[in-house]
């Protein structure tokens, strides 16, 4: 098995990093596999729904595709609930960290913040202030999260409605994942202040 020489990296040579770089990029082909995997891991998670964190994915991203959404709004509403395993707290952020470098700083942002978005529908229940998503009220782009929210999110745990399987998305997934990560041309301008600026 190849393997660099050094114990310690500042100890590389441009040969190990040579190697580490072709290796890396070797493991990436299989990403959307990953990703196909920790979606089906969803179908044995967090109790209680009428369908299953997988069943809400797939439904969320059926509904955005419906809508006539792209494939980076498809893709990134497919993942957005990813993080739930992981980062139950803050599962936003880490989908958004997975989409970001493949699809346009607009729908990373959506993603990083459906989490607090979502608590209109249910935060007064726990005594939580179910507006705090006014904190980004002047944000350019607080209304397609809303919009996320009221159409592919808080509307996808319905049994009856009409959900493809998993295969349905799988080009899209292959095509927003074979981009070059971080291309100016795909991702545009990112918020100055980062994913958390107000404005």
């Known amino acids: 098995m190849d393997q660099v020489s050094f114990t310690q990296m500042k100890d590389g040579t441009a040969e190990d990093y040579a190697l580490l770089e072709r290796l890396e990029d070797q493991f990436n082909e299989g990403l959307v596999e990953r990703l196909k995997l920790a979606l089906r891991k969803l179908d044995d998670g967090l109790s209680g729904y009428k369908v299953s964190r997988l069943e809400h994915s797939l439904q969320s991203a059926a509904r955005a595709e419906a809508d006539g ?12 609930d990813l993080g739930d395993e992981l980062a139950p707290y803050n599962h936003s952020q880490l989908a958004a960290s997975i989409v970001r470098p493949y699809v346009r700083a607009e729908v990373t942002w959506i993603i990083h913040h459906h989490g607090l978005f979502q608590k209109f529908y249910y935060g007064h229940f726990y005594g939580e202030d179910r507006n705090e998503r006014e904190i980004y009220k002047d944000h350019p782009w607080y209304q397609k ?11 996808a745990f319905d049994p009856d409605y009409p959900t493809p399987p998993l295969e349905h998305f799988e080009p899209a997934l292959r095509r927003v994942f074979a981009r070059k990560p971080f291309d100016p041309d795909v991702i545009g ?4 202040g980062g994913f958390d600026s107000r404005v």
Do not use: I, N
């Open 189 to 192: 301008e990112e918020p100055a």
């Open 145 to 155: 999260c809303v919009d996320f929210c009221e159409r592919y999110d808080q509307a």
């Open 69 to 80: 959404g792209d494939d980076d709004l498809v893709v990134a509403t497919l993942l957005h």
